[in-house]
């Protein structure tokens, strides 16, 4: 079992930066691919990134690829989401989340990930 924590969220205004961070405690880091997904008010939670164990690969989400970057620290526990160039469809929670699974099959879905953190809002103004 992993436990993960976000950190990092707030407000910011269009056009701006924010990293947002996920601390993970308990087993082997590195055995866990990491994921970022966000949700807004009245939305289905959607995919944003995604990141494999070793930190080799990652996956991201067309609405945000060219802004956001994933990225890992398996010494540090801690997978990043460093997010540039904000609009305010950006806003949501940011949800961190691990699975164990191998591969990439299902890397980009929310029910292929097993542990959740709990969400950090991030709000950017226009």
């Known amino acids: 079992q992993v436990q993960l924590v976000e950190s990092g969220g707030g407000l910011v205004q269009a056009g701006g930066s924010l990293r947002v961070s996920c601390a993970a405690s308990g087993r082997t880091f590195s055995n866990y691919a990491m994921g970022w997904f966000r949700q807004a008010p009245g939305k289905e939670r959607e995919f944003v990134a995604a990141?494999?164990?070793?930190?080799?690969?990652?996956y991201i989400a067309a609405s945000v690829k060219g802004r956001f970057t994933i990225s890992r620290d398996n010494v540090k526990n801690v997978v990043v989401l460093q997010m540039n160039s904000l609009n305010v469809e950006d806003t949501a929670v940011y949800y961190c989340a691990a699975r164990t699974t191998a591969g990439a099959t299902g890397i980009t879905r929310a029910g292929g990930f097993d542990y959740w953190g709990q969400g950090t809002q991030v709000t950017v103004s226009s």
């Open positions: 990141i494999t164990g070793n930190g080799r690969n990652t």
